[in-house]
């Protein structure tokens, strides 16, 4: 069997730069187990970034090799479903290559939190999607489909009122405005001021880049996953 590290190497070949970093960020995630209840049991993460790093820095001759090089600096890690994978590589991923060049933030950090904010989220901790430490900042992903039981709500208003109460911003990103470029980038726009002072601008070409990044991610969970675990989220 072959390792993660050389399977990422090895579909350089065939993959596109965008296709690749969704499979980096598959390799290294923890997506559910069982697509239809997310959230309820995650395998355990089969590589880190690192690792692929370290082992493309050791091999030699092979094809793909420098795509491979490319794709791994924007892999993150600990990603829970596919629609984070998707909102983090977008937010993330340099602008030359079609994201929109964010700070790099934790995903499925959890914070500890205060005595007043752990009596609001009853509980002594909570888990953000995409956590900016420093900036005090977290991203949230409101999958829509699996957030509409009454008590999941609860729990989602609870650990968001807890971390404002921390002194954190708190934005949530829905699927339909993951879906919408114009809607995303405005909320890219408001992380950026929020994480570094101030919005980033474009260059003439981000547009296309932009649509092309989307879509790769897109054709790569459309055709490596079934279509029951693409609009997965973390609960």
Not at 4 to 19: C, D, I, K, R, Y
Not at 53 to 74: D, E, T
Request: aromatic fraction near 6%.
């Amino acid at each position: 069997m072959c390792s993660p590290e050389l399977v990422f190497v090895q579909m350089a070949e065939t993959l596109s730069v965008g296709e690749l970093i969704a499979l980096g960020y598959e390799l290294c995630g923890c997506y559910p187990l069982d697509g239809e209840r997310p959230g309820t049991l995650v395998r355990a993460q089969l590589t880190t970034s690192d690792r692929l790093a370290a082992f493309i820095n050791r091999v030699k001759r092979v094809k793909g090799l420098h795509k491979a090089r490319i794709a791994v600096q924007f892999v993150g890690v600990k990603s829970a479903s596919v629609k984070e994978t998707e909102m983090g590589a977008l937010l993330m991923t340099p602008m030359r290559w079609g994201g929109l060049g964010l700070p790099l933030a934790l995903a499925n950090e959890p914070v500890v939190l205060s005595e007043g904010a752990a009596r609001i989220a009853r509980g002594n901790r909570v888990v953000c999607d995409l956590l900016w430490p420093q900036a005090r900042v977290a991203a949230e992903y409101d999958g829509r489909a699996y957030h509409t039981e009454r008590h999941q709500q609860a729990h989602d208003s609870r650990r968001r009122d807890a971390l404002l109460a921390d002194g954190f911003d708190v934005v949530t990103v829905t699927s339909s405005q993951l879906d919408s470029i114009s809607e995303f980038i405005e909320i890219a726009d408001t992380l950026s001021s929020k994480t570094r002072g101030r919005a980033s601008a474009r260059p003439a070409s981000f547009p296309s880049r932009h649509a092309q990044l989307r879509h790769d991610l897109r054709v790569f969970h459309h055709r490596r996953l079934s279509l029951s675990a693409l609009d997965t989220s973390d609960t």
